[in-house]
C-alpha cells in the first residue's frame, strides 16, 4: 500500500472511530424515555413502547393481534424477544450498532460505485448517516425506523456488490416489517443485473438481459413465502397479516405524525374512505415504473429517488425516512453542482424543524393549539422533503446536458 492510501486509511479509521464514540455517548446520556413517545420520532408500526408489550404478552402466551393495536412484525417479536436487553441504556446500543451497520453499508455501497477499496470520502459519507440528526434521533428513540433504514441500506449493498441472495433475503425482511418497502424491488432488481457505477453523464439504453430478473423475482418470493411462514408459526396464526401489512393499507391508527395521510383521513367522511386509501396507496406504487424507465442506465440511483418518495409519501412515516434520503444523497457527489435550490431547501427543512416540534408541543401540551397547527408544520416538512425530491431529479437529469458556447447539448454514447 502506497503512504498515500495508508494515510487516507488511517484518517478513514480515526474519524470512524470518531463518529462511533460520539453516536455511543448519545445514546448513554438516557434519552429514551424522553423522546420514546415522540410523534415525529416514532409511529404505531415503530414505537419501542408497543414492540415491548407484544413481547410481554408473546412471552405470557397472550396473541398481541388480540387486541387491534400492536402493528410490528413477528419476525420483530422473535428476534427481540431474544436479544432485547431490559436496560434501555443496553437498548440504546443495540440501536446504536443498527446505525453503525447501515453507516458501514452505505460507504460499502458508495465504494461499489466507485470500484475502489477506500476513498477520502469515506468519512464523509459516514458521517452524512451517523451525524444525520433524522437519523439518530429516531435512534435515541428506539424507533424500530432505524433498523428499517439499516435494513434498506444492507439490502442496496449487497445489490451494488452483484450479491442477489442476501440482498433480495434484506428486501424480503423489510417488506413484512413494512409493506411500503415493495417500491425498492424493481430498482434493485434492476441493479441486480446491471452495475453500480455512475451513468448519469452518459444515458444509454438499458443493455442487459430483462430476463435475468425472473430467477431473481422467484428467490425474492420464495424468501418472502418462508419469512411469512415462519410469521405464521411465530404467533400461532395469519392474524399478523391485517395488523401489519393491513394497516399500511387501510390506515387504522390516525395518531399524529410526520407524513401527509394520517390528518386527511381524519376529516374523512367514512363512505369516502376506501376510494381515497386507494389513491393514496397507488399513488406511491406510480414512481416505481417512471423512475426506474428514465433512470434505467442508473438503477442506484433510481433506488435513492424513491427513498425520496417513500419519505414523503408512505402511510407512516417518522424523520428517519427523509432522514435515509438526504444521508445517501452524499454517494452521488457528481449531481451535487446541478442541484438548483439547495440552500433553500435545506431552509424549508430547518424552518419545519424548528415548526413541528414547537406546534405539537403547543397541540398536545399546553392546549394552546390544535391539529391545524401541527398539521401546518407537517405539510412545510412535506415540502421541504419534494423540493428536495425534485431537485435530485433535476440533478440526475441535468447532469448528461453539457454546457457549450452556442447551448446545450446531450452527452451520449
Known sequence: MSTSKFLIANKFDAAFSA????????ALFGLSNTLKHDQLLST???SYTQLREGIFLLRNGVDPYSGGTFRHSPLLLALFSVILPESRTYASLVWTIFDLVGA??????????????????????????????????PTLALSSSSLQSSLILLSV?????????PSLLFLSVLLHIDLSTLVLLLPILLLLISDPHSHLASP??????????????????????ILSTASTIIVGGTQWIPQTWGATLTLPDLTPNTGLWWYFFTEMFDHFRPFFLMVFSVHLLIYVV???????????????LLLGVLGTFKAYPTLSDPGLFFSVLSIFPEVHPYLRHPIVTALIHLHAALLMPLFNHLWLNTGTGNANFFYASTLVFACGNGAGLI????????IAIGKETEGYVVVQE
Not at 19 to 26: G, T, W
Not at 114 to 123: F, L, Y
Not at 157 to 165: D, H, I, L, N, V
Open 204 to 225: 444509454r439504453p438499458f443493455s442487459a438481459n430483462i430476463r435475468r430478473i425472473l430467477p431473481l423475482f422467484g428467490e425474492f418470493i420464495l424468501y418472502t413465502t
Open 290 to 304: 417512471p423512475m426506474c424507465i428514465k433512470f434505467q442506465y442508473d438503477p442506484l440511483y433510481a433506488i435513492f
Open 157 to 165: 449493498k449487497y445489490a451494488a456488490e452483484g450479491r442477489a441472495s
Open 104 to 137: 458501514w453499508a452505505l460507504v460499502s455501497t458508495w465504494r461499489a460505485r466507485q470500484n475502489v477499496q477506500k476513498t477520502s470520502r469515506d468519512k464523509v459519507v459516514a458521517a452524512s448517516y451517523l451525524l444525520n440528526p433524522y437519523v439518530f434521533l
Open 19 to 26: 463518529l462511533v464514540a460520539s453516536r455511543i455517548a448519545f
Open 391 to 398: 431537485d435530485a431529479v433535476w440533478a440526475g437529469l441535468r
Open 44 to 46: 404505531p408500526l415503530s
